[in-house]
């Protein structure tokens, strides 16, 4: 018999890997980060990256985001923790002449640009100092670290509950929720003293830019919103007027489904459509009905001929 309390889940290391590793064997491997808003990512990357640089994703699951960027033309590798994850991301860079490889923690590489893409909230409480070190250490002295997190999630609304063990936990193993001054506080602990933040257009997340120098956005990241209340009222805006449009068109329709009921009420008046004998008077009024509705749906003016 079960307790009926729930508990929370304590993840490890292990059990982390073995989350991550079983995933990918089932449909949930398509919520992937890096699958969703691939060539978004690719963009922001690009907004960063100079031309061929030596770019690492860290975190890089199953090679959706590295395979975009090496047809990118940059040149690419990965650290994955996961080992059926980097099974699965092996397969798809073999081709690639630009692909550099799997790294670990003992590799002494650096890259111009370290990706960490939705990485951050992932971090277990007793190892984040560490990762976050480890982070630092494959970037290069002028290089950058770039990413996003989720913005301001409610951990326990996107939390699930195991019927057989109890367990409550986060269905995607996050352990952190971020905002953007915790967020540049977490990279400036690791070492990066030039740190940016900001919303991205693209999802419900903010975006980071990071390194040991100092390095101005590009422009297409200085405007944006900086808080989940302004994101959110942006979209309530669009929403909004999106909504306006729909209620116009639907009252265009209903006004041009009367008319056209009428039409069909004033022809079936002059004759019953159904017993007519007379061919050639049968197409004239088909055609009639036809330019009629022409006019109705599309708007487009009637013939100069009348029938």
């Given at each position: 018999?079960h ?15 073995a989350f ?14 890096s ?14 990256a100079?031309?061929?640089a030596?770019?690492?994703?860290f975190?890089?699951?199953d090679g959706?985001l590295?395979?975009?960027?090496l ?19 092996l ?9 550099l ?16 893409f ?7 409480e ?7 070190a ?7 002295p002028d290089?950058k ?17 195991c019927?057989e ?10 352990q ?17 003293v ?14 980071f830019?990071a390194?040991?120098s ?17 994101a959110l009222?942006?979209a309530r ?16 329709r209903?006004k ?11 022809l ?9 004998q ?5 197409v ?14 599309h ?9």
């Open positions: 018999m307790n009926n309390t729930p508990r929370p889940f304590i993840w490890t290391p292990d059990n982390v890997t991550w590793s079983m995933l990918t064997e089932t449909p949930l491997a398509r919520l992937s980060f699958r969703m808003v691939h060539d978004d990512l690719v963009r922001f990357v690009s907004a960063f100079p031309s061929g030596r770019i690492l994703d975190g890089g699951g959706d590295a395979e975009g960027l047809q990118a033309g940059f040149q690419v590798g990965i650290y994955e923790p996961a080992e059926g994850r980097k099974d699965r991301a397969k798809k860079m073999t081709e690639h002449a630009n692909w490889g799997f790294f670990d923690p003992s590799s002494r590489e650096q890259f111009d640009i370290v990706c960490a939705e990485v951050l909230e992932h971090f277990l007793g190892t984040f100092r560490e990762d976050m480890l982070l630092a250490t494959f970037l290069a290089g670290i770039i990413g996003t997190v989720p913005l301001e999630e409610d951990l326990e609304l996107a939390s699930c509950l019927p063990c109890g367990s409550f936990f986060h269905r995607m193993q996050h952190r929720s971020f905002n953007r001054e915790s967020l540049t506080a977490s990279l400036c602990k690791a070492g990066l030039h740190c940016h933040a900001f919303t991205v257009n693209f999802a419900a997340c903010l975006g830019a390194g040991f100092d390095f101005s956005l590009p422009d297409i990241y200085i405007a944006a919103p900086q808080t989940l209340h302004e009222v942006a805006q669009s929403e909004a007027a999106l909504q306006r449009q729909v209620t116009a068109y639907e009252k265009e209903e041009y489904e009367a008319e056209h009921e009428k039409l069909m009420c004033d079936g008046g002059e004759h019953n459509v159904g017993t007519l007379n061919h050639g008077f049968a004239r009024v088909l055609g009639k009905i036809l330019r009629r509705w022409e006019r109705i749906c708007r487009i003016p009637l013939f100069s001929r009348r029938v």
